[in-house]
């Protein structure tokens, strides 16, 4: 029997960033906790990726809706924590490739304290060259930032490690 966390989780995945509707909540990493008690209430606590992100409210709602769906859950709150900082890392494997599915750079892994070096190093999601510019720091949201391939000659925006 799978637990109902896992349930929960599994129902999540069909819960996308509005922004970038080819990776789940999930695989975005910004589901921190889920608790069900056996009276079906359930709490999800998510984080986000930016404190001023303007897909939280959709999101939340969007998540809310979700476990209202699941049979065994009779009561739902979705907990927007900022206590815990989101961070690049929290993107999982299938969410890189759901990103770059999207048209974007996804970010590397890091260690230690992020530096401009590592904003500015992106892999071209069209022809997959590391021969690329940051050209803006801050593209159409705060989490991507817009760079240029001298292979392919595309720009293309980057999701950005934080």
Not at 18 to 41: A, M, Y
Not at 86 to 111: A, M, V
Not at 143 to 160: G, L, M, P, T, W
Request: proline share 6%.
């Amino acid at each position: 029997m799978i637990p109902v966390e896992q349930q929960i989780l599994d129902a999540l995945q069909a819960v996308k960033d509005p922004e970038i509707p080819t990776i789940s909540v999930v695989d975005l990493g910004i589901i921190t906790n889920i608790q069900c008690n056996q009276n079906g209430e359930a709490i999800v606590t998510m984080t986000p990726t930016f404190t001023a992100c303007p897909a939280i409210k959709i999101m939340q709602h969007q998540i809310k809706e979700t476990l209202e769906q699941l049979p065994f859950v009779t009561q739902s709150e979705v907990v927007v924590d900022y206590s815990i900082p989101w961070t690049s890392n929290r993107i999982t494997e299938r969410g890189r490739k759901q990103i770059e599915e999207h048209g974007l750079s996804s970010p590397d892994r890091y260690e230690g304290e992020l530096t401009l070096e590592q904003i500015e190093k992106a892999r071209c999601p069209h022809c997959g060259s590391t021969h690329t510019s940051l050209n803006v720091l801050f593209g159409a949201t705060l989490c991507r930032s817009i760079h240029f391939c001298y292979d392919c000659k595309q720009s293309f925006e980057a999701f950005k490690p934080v």
